[in-house]
């Protein structure tokens, strides 16, 4: 069961540092966005006087730019919720692996709680039933005194 859990806890780890890298890729990915937009954005070295070329290519050409990382980024961020999800999964199963083992261990508690008092009570029962065994010993032995004197006496009156 440790083992398990320990190997569990390994795979856990290294999904972990999977997604960090992700993530990390996914960083450098944005970055790049950013410097390709800064570049698109920034105004053009000055242009010749004559007549200033209008806004929209530039518009387009970043829209073009930006088609193929999104498709990037898409399959990509399919992939971390894929990797995502088993690992909230198997997380909520050691949850509830977890759960289980103190539940398991609660009852096993009660159980020997239980153990114990019934121990107890038996010995109670036991020291009861010897308590009036000697009680009804000395009843008859008090009895039998009591019938031999009185018999005696009896005799004796004779």
């Not at 290294?14 to 990390?24: P, T």
């Not at 966005?33 to 209008?54: D, E, G, I, N, S």
């Not at 107890?120 to 009591?146: E, K, N, R, Y």
């Amino acid at each position: 069961m440790l083992l398990l859990l320990l190997l569990l806890l390994l795979l856990l780890l290294l999904l972990l540092l999977l997604l960090l890298l992700l993530l990390l890729l996914l960083l450098l990915l944005l970055l790049l966005l950013l410097v390709l937009l800064l570049l698109v954005l920034l105004p053009p070295p000055p242009p010749p006087p004559p007549p200033p070329p209008p806004p929209p290519p530039r518009l387009l050409l970043l829209l073009l730019l930006l088609l193929p990382l999104l498709l990037l980024l898409l399959p990509l961020l399919l992939l971390l919720l894929l990797l995502l999800l088993p690992l909230l999964l198997l997380l909520l199963l050691l949850l509830l692996l977890l759960l289980l083992l103190l539940l398991l261990l609660l009852l096993l508690l009660l159980l020997l709680l239980l153990l114990l008092l019934l121990l107890l009570l038996l010995q109670l029962l036991l020291l009861l039933l010897l308590l009036l065994l000697l009680l009804l010993l000395l009843l008859l032995l008090l009895l039998l005194l009591l019938l031999l004197h009185h018999h005696h006496h009896h005799h004796h009156s004779q």
